[in-house]
């Protein structure tokens, strides 16, 4: 747990340095995701493996340790368990980004307002 925990926070630190790409005329929601990698397994709220396709989602909090990924294509949402981190950007609305800490993980972190961060847990699941 504590290796997670470290690991949460230098996730979100480099989360914080990232500016998403900026483009004329081009509206960014810095809630939406893009999740690249395939079976990326998170650890869902009741600790079972979920694997999210690759796609397009709205990352929201759906509990105090809890993101929700919402897919662009209205297909049904995934929950994903989720440790606490913090920031310290000033942000006024939440930020989310993905963070690839190896080539073939991908992490959700999603920033609040007010210095915290939730980061959706990764799971090393053997198939």
Known sequence: MKHTLLCAV???AACASTRPPSGVGERIDPVTVDLRTKAQFFGAPDAAPVVPPPGR?????AGPKTLRLVPADGKE???LSAVEGAHEEK???PV???FQSDEDTEQVVLRLP???ALLGVRI????
Request: charged residues 25%.
């Open 91 to 93: 942000i006024e609305v």
């Open 10 to 12: 230098a996730i979100v």
């Open 77 to 79: 949402p995934v929950d």
């Open 114 to 116: 007010g210095g915290k």
């Open 96 to 98: 989310a980004c993905t």
């Open 124 to 127: 090393y699941y053997e198939t």
């Open 57 to 61: 989602y709205r990352v929201e909090v």
